[in-house]
């Protein structure tokens, strides 16, 4: 993986997502079968986390763990962020002493800063403007699901928000088509739009944004929701809910797809606002399943931005379901 840090899924090739995704199948099957990894042996991973967590928080932690890695956790009161300390001070100082940064924060320039200044990877654990693990986790999801990427289509009914944004981007990557909607003044910024725009011409995929939830799940082999109201949001809740009323996930959306078509989230998840009972614990559900996989794309990342393996094997295409041949220098031992 040449990229260096993992601040936005834009800054990865198709290539280093097929790889993140490569060895994701790797390190889950290897897991499975009671290997121990010892990629990070010796290596300490900060976490600076200046927003509360669970996904995250736990599935890094087990992940450095898995990988025979150390994290430290810090929170907003351990650091001062920019406030007792400038970013570029703690980027400097943490570098000298961490083999990489995970962050978890509100504002980007944040993790764009941190990136900047840090001798060590930075992984953007998740900011107010961008998730990228959580994307990658999605999409590395739905091929593991449906064993090919090719012709799919995706469609997010809710706010135009991070996890949007960088599942929005993972899809048009890979060629994956990508239909929003979102009611009027919580769409995908135009900034955004223009530039998901230009990457789905170059990749062959398709953008839609919408305002009708049916008509954006017709034909969808995915329908994706989130939260009407997110960190930070709180005090916006009453008119959020006044806004997404119409945007709720429920049986008769999901069966407004047709046949085949999955439900995700990227948790955690207001019942009865975004989706109903039903659907989050229906057969159509693949929530959990999407939620296991952020702790082996998250092996990955680390695998691969930390302990880079010596060479890597031929790419493999977003259609593929097998795995690259892929040369690994590690002795893994029994757990």
């Known amino acids: 993986m040449r990229t260096k840090h993992l601040v936005a899924i834009?800054?990865?090739?198709?290539?280093?997502?097929?790889?993140?995704?490569?060895?994701?199948?790797?390190?889950?099957?290897?897991?499975?079968?009671?290997?121990?990894?010892r990629a990070l042996e010796g290596k300490v991973v900060g976490m600076i986390f200046e927003k509360s967590s669970m996904r995250t928080r736990v599935s890094f932690e087990v992940a450095v763990l898995q990988l025979s890695g150390h994290s430290i956790y810090l929170d907003r009161d351990s650091i001062g962020l920019g406030v007792r300390?400038?970013?570029?001070?703690?980027?400097?100082?943490?570098?000298?002493?961490?083999?990489?940064?995970?962050?978890?924060?509100?504002?980007?320039?944040v993790v764009k800063d941190l990136a900047r200044y840090s001798t060590v990877p930075v992984i953007n654990g998740l900011s107010d403007y961008l998730h990228p693990c959580q994307g990658l986790s999605d999409l590395f999801t739905i091929q593991e699901r449906f064993g090919s990427l090719e012709g799919l289509r995706v469609a997010f009914v809710g706010d135009g928000n991070n996890v949007a944004r960088s599942l929005a981007t993972a899809c048009v990557k890979l060629g994956v088509h990508f239909a929003?909607?979102?009611?009027?003044?919580?769409?995908l910024d135009a900034p955004f739009v223009s530039r998901l725009q230009?990457?789905?011409?170059?990749?062959?995929?398709?953008?839609?944004?919408?305002?009708?939830?049916?008509?954006?799940?017709?034909?969808?082999?995915?329908?994706?929701?989130?939260?009407?109201?997110?960190?930070?949001?709180?005090?916006?809740?009453?008119?959020?809910?006044?806004?997404?009323?119409?945007?709720?996930?429920?049986?008769?959306?999901?069966?407004?797809?047709?046949?085949?078509?999955?439900?995700?989230?990227?948790?955690p998840a207001h019942r009865g606002d975004e989706i109903t009972d039903e659907?989050?614990?229906?057969?159509?559900?693949?929530?959990?399943?999407?939620?296991?996989?952020?702790?082996?794309?998250?092996?990955?990342?680390?695998?691969?931005?930390?302990?880079?393996?010596?060479?890597?094997?031929?790419?493999?295409?977003?259609?593929?379901?097998?795995?690259?041949?892929?040369?690994?220098?590690?002795?893994?031992?029994?757990?």
Request: glycine share 6%; proline share 5%; net charge positive.
């Open 198 to 267: 230009k990457l789905a011409a170059r990749t062959g995929a398709s953008t839609r944004h919408l305002r009708d939830p049916v008509k954006a799940v017709r034909g969808a082999n995915v329908i994706y929701t989130d939260v009407w109201t997110s960190m930070g949001q709180e005090d916006e809740a009453e008119q959020r809910r006044k806004a997404f009323s119409r945007y709720r996930v429920t049986r008769e959306l999901v069966s407004a797809a047709g046949n085949g078509a999955v439900v995700m989230h990227c948790l």
């Open 279 to 335: 659907v989050m614990d229906g057969p159509f559900s693949i929530v959990y399943e999407q939620a296991e996989n952020r702790l082996h794309v998250q092996k990955a990342i680390l695998r691969l931005l930390l302990a880079p393996p010596a060479s890597s094997g031929p790419a493999v295409s977003p259609s593929a379901g097998s795995t690259p041949s892929v040369r690994d220098p590690d002795e893994p031992t029994e757990r």
């Open 180 to 187: 929003i909607a979102s009611p009027a003044g919580y769409v």
């Open 10 to 37: 834009k800054d990865l090739s198709t290539e280093e997502i097929l790889e993140i995704f490569h060895w994701a199948r790797k390190l889950k099957g290897r897991w499975a079968q009671g290997i121990r990894e």
């Open 85 to 109: 300390e400038t970013i570029k001070d703690v980027a400097r100082v943490m570098s000298r002493y961490v083999d990489g940064i995970v962050v978890r924060t509100f504002e980007h320039h």
